[in-house]
Every structure is written in C-alpha cells, then in structure tokens.
T-cell receptor
Framework: GAVVSQHPSWVICKSGTSVKIECRSLDFQATTMFWYRQFPKQSLMLMATSNEGSKATYEQGVEKDKFLINHASLTLSTLTVTSAHPEDSSFYIC?????????FGPGTRLTVL | GENVEQHPSTLSVQEGDSAVIKCTYSDSASNYFPWYKQELGKRPQLIIDIRSNVGEKKDQRIAVTLNKTAKHFSLHITETQPEDSAVYFCAAKRPPGGKLIFGQGTTLQVKP
C-alpha cells in the first residue's frame, strides 16, 4: 500500500517559537494532503486541506496565520505552527489520498512548554 | 457540511464475542465510508471500507454494512481477540475534494 511519512515524530519547543512538520508521500504523488489534529482521547479533527501549487483551504475556526501550510511539490506538504503556545500541544497527523483511500502519516507529537 | 456521529464511545466484550459499532452521517452526497483502527500513539490504519453502491462488505472477521436510505453504517467484528482492543473510527467522504470527516471514536476493549 501507499506510504506516508512524517517528520519529526515528536518535538518539544518553548512557547513563542515556531515548529515545522513535514509530510511526504513516498511512493505516490498527492496533489492534495490533509492535516489533522488529535487531542488525547479525542477524534481526528480536520484542520486544513493542502493543495499543491495553490493556497490551503482551512476549516472553520482554524487560524490560517497561525498554522501555515505549504504544498511545495506533489510529494511534500509542510505545516508550520507559528508562535506556539501550550494549548497547541497535540498530536498532528497528515494524510494523503490514493484514489478513495487515505493513508496517514505516523503523526507528530508536539509539546509546547 | 458533513457530520458523523458514532456510538458507542466505549465497548467492552469478552474474547470470542462479537462487537458492533454504529455511525450515522448527515450528507446524502457522501459516497465513501472507511473504518480505521488506531492504537495508542500510532497512526490510524484502514481496516475496511465501503462505497455507496454496495450494501455490505466482509473481510475475514470484519464486516461493514451500509444503509444509504437511513444514512447509517456499521462495523461488525466477530470472534473478537485481545489484539482487537483499540480505538475505532468511522468516517465519511463527500465528493469532490476528498476530505474525510471522522466520528468521535469507539474504544473497544476485548477481555481475555
């Protein structure tokens, strides 16, 4: 099956700093990728749709200036959490579709001190 | 937009028993319904999916049924084993665009 990687797998940062998370489709091309956030014992909440070569589409309530998304190529999307605060601490997961099936990355555990 | 409701939130069964998880969706245009299994700290793994032109699909001990009229679909796990213990999520996808909307999740515990 299709493989999606994500880097880093975990990151600890100080409040006020920015953190970049990479999502790559390793063996297929993805014009669209999705970014989710998952708090402990909760479901996956869609944050935004990343579109190759154009602006990302953000879900209602997600601050586009805080969560910067760039889809630079057909295999790479990045999420930058700017001016991170403790409430941004969460599990961030990306996914990429291959036909109907969405394949998920392993996730990034972000802890903001 | 699409809204997916999932029940129950927790489910505890004895090893060997069956487990059923139910989901309802709101958007009649949704046409793809996957089920994911997520173990603690890991990525969701697709276990089975169904498209709107099919009423039932089975893969060994796992089956999914879809009732388009009622807009609900269910996951059935038979002969449960301790390794089935995990969080299960249903989801629905509405064309075009492909974004998945997830249910709230069900924590399944299979007691040996």
């Amino acid at each position: 099956g299709a493989v999606v990687s994500q880097h880093p797998s975990w990151v600890i940062c100080k409040s006020g700093t920015s953190v970049k998370i990479e999502c790559r489709s390793l063996d297929f091309q993805a014009t669209t990728m999705f970014w989710y956030r998952q708090f402990p014992k909760q479901s996956l909440m869609l944050m935004a749709t990343s579109n190759e070569g154009s602006k990302a589409t953000y879900e209602q309530g997600v601050e586009k200036d805080k969560f910067l998304i760039n889809h630079a190529s057909l295999t790479l999307s990045t999420l930058t959490v700017t001016s991170a605060h403790p409430e941004d601490s969460s599990f961030y997961i990306c996914s990429a579709p291959a036909t109907d099936t969405q394949y998920f990355g392993p996730g990034t555990r972000l802890t903001v001190l | 937009g699409e809204n997916v409701e999932q029940h129950p939130s927790t489910l505890s069964v004895q090893e060997g028993d069956s487990a059923v998880i139910k989901c309802t969706y709101s958007d009649s245009a949704s046409n793809y319904f996957p089920w994911y299994k997520q173990e603690l700290g890991k990525r969701p793994q697709l276990i089975i999916d169904i498209r709107s032109n099919v009423g039932e699909k089975k893969d060994q001990r796992i089956a999914v049924t879809l009732n388009k009229t009622a807009k609900h679909f269910s996951l059935h796990i038979t002969e449960t084993q301790p390794e089935d213990s995990a969080v299960y999520f249903c989801a629905a996808k509405r064309p075009p665009g492909g974004k998945l909307i997830f249910g709230q999740g069900t924590t399944l515990q299979v007691k040996p």
